[in-house]
Structures are given as C-alpha cells and as structure tokens.
C-alpha cells in the first residue's frame, strides 16, 4: 500500500532533550517536507527536499534540522526541544514539488 | 512565500445545501489543489486543475481557476455532515508548495 508512514504518532517530552521524527515513504518519490500546524495558523513549512542531499528551508525552520541521506526516509530533528515547538507535525511527499502532495498521519509533539 | 489564501475562514450549512469556497494566490502556478482535512489527521488530496484548465468535476466536487483574478473556488454540491472538514487549496509555481489556513467547513444535518 502506498503510504507515508510517521513514528511517533504521540510524543511528549521536555524541554532540551533531543528527539527525532520519523518519516517514510514507499512511492519513490523525491519530494519531501515537513509542516507544523498550529490553531489559527494553518500549516506551515519547515523544511523540504527536492532529492536526496538537498534540503532547504520553509517558512518556519528555526529549531529544526532535518536529513535527507536516503529517497525514502526524511527525519525532523529537534536538537533541544522547547514549548514553543508543542504542535501537530505532518510529513509529505510527491514526485516532485508541483504535484499531489501525500501526507503522513502526523506527529501530536508536546514539549513540557 | 503565502501562496494559498482560503476564504471564509468559516462556513456553516446545512445538510443538502452546495458550500463554495475560494483561494487566493500571488504568482504565476503550475497548478492549483485543493485538500481536505479531518480534524487532528492528515491532509487528502481532493483536486488538482493545472493552469491551462478552466473547470474540473470529481464527483460532487466542482473546481474552477480563474488565472487573470488570480482565484479559484472549490464547490461542493448537495452536502453531507461527513464533508464538515477543513479545506485548504496550494498553488505551487514560482514558490514552494504552501498552505494557507484553510476554511472550516461544518454541516449541519
């Protein structure tokens, strides 16, 4: 089936301990991105990946990192994690920037 | 990089009337989509109509661009409590694939 996969579904945790995100796809695509979304702010971008190797900033990239070392697997770091990034974080991905964008289940973070 | 604007913000109807929806974007697109989202989940992708296109079905869904106003609408016909969803369109082109906040969709049986 094809499908974005993301681990975890639910986090919390505290302020400064560095976690990670996972994101999968198995549709070969080479478009990848991660979103935030928060109440009365809509979604917005963090990072995104045309290819492997190649990252480049969103809207809102401040506190992140991500990597990009394989077509399939695009992770969201949080090297020190703080309240401010508590939110609901979607992973996507398409064949390329343009097109139908297929999204992950997302990952409900709480930063305590 | 907004590109992407939903208006309303907010819709409420009632079950069986036709709900419409439109975006606004900034810059030349490639193509405009349109997404659903049910509340805490992942976005699902409804509709895309490329640049050249003026209007496109799937099902209860009407989706028309307008590339001289910039706009686009999403209608959905004869409505169901199951569409009380958000919806969010993207107009990728000249920047990245963004979205906008999206308009709230609730029906009323």
């Known amino acids: 089936e094809a499908q974005v996969t993301q681990n975890p579904r639910y986090l919390i945790t505290v302020t400064g301990k560095k976690l990670t995100v996972t994101c999968s796809q198995n549709?070969?695509?080479?478009?990848m991105s991660w979103y935030r979304q928060d109440p009365g702010l809509g979604l917005r971008q963090i990072y995104y990946s045309m290819n492997v190797e190649v990252t480049d900033k969103g809207d809102v990239p401040e506190g992140y990192k991500v990597s990009r070392k394989e077509k399939r697997n695009f992770p969201l770091i949080l090297e020190s994690p703080s309240p401010n990034q508590t939110s609901l974080y979607f992973c996507a991905s398409s064949y390329q920037d343009t097109d139908t964008q297929y999204f992950g289940p997302g990952t409900r973070l709480t930063v305590l | 990089s907004q590109q992407g604007e939903e208006d309303p913000q907010a819709l409420s109807i009632q079950e069986g009337e036709n709900a419409t929806m439109n975006c606004s974007y900034k810059?030349?697109?490639?193509?405009l989509q349109w997404y659903r989202q049910n509340s805490g989940r992942g976005l699902v992708h409804l509709i895309l109509?490329?640049?050249?296109?003026r209007e496109k079905h799937s099902g209860r869904l009407r989706v028309t661009l307008d590339t001289s106003k910039k706009s686009s609408s999403l209608l959905i016909t004869a409505s169901r409590a199951a569409d009380t969803a958000s919806y969010f369109c993207?107009?990728?082109?000249?920047?990245?694939?963004?979205f906008g906040k999206g308009t709230r969709l609730s029906v009323i049986a």
């Open positions: 549709m070969n695509h080479e478009y």
């Open positions: 993207a107009a990728p082109g000249d920047t990245p694939l963004v």
């Open positions: 109509i490329r640049s050249n296109e």
């Open positions: 810059t030349s697109i490639n193509n």
